[in-house]
């Protein structure tokens, strides 16, 4: 577990790609795509942005909807990992599969 500064970026409950074969779910927010994007990233892509700041990741989903493990999120996020690794900052990546509400608010 990360200490010190609050996060600076909070993904709660967000998919960790926006890359998908089939129709977005009932509920997802089309106002958070962006035309062109997966032309030259994706969500670990812009996560990586944020290094050396502090990034908390939690419950995680894929861009279905199904919730993701660790190991999932490990993978999703790889190419930001990296970015944080490059900068001595990989604990400053912060991911865990929880969604308790008052242990998340503490990080943010």
Known sequence: MRTGSAASLGLIESPL????????PAGFRMGLLAPGLL??????QLVALSTPRPVVVRAATSAG????TVEQMKERLAFA???FRLV?????????????????ANLL
């Open 88 to 104: 001595g900052a990989e604990k400053s990546l912060d991911l865990a599969d929880e969604s308790d509400v008052g242990k998340i």
């Open 65 to 68: 909807g199904k919730r993701l």
């Open 17 to 24: 790609s926006w890359a998908t074969d089939a129709a977005y």
């Open 81 to 83: 990992a990296s970015v």
């Open 39 to 44: 032309k030259v990233g994706d969500v670990s």
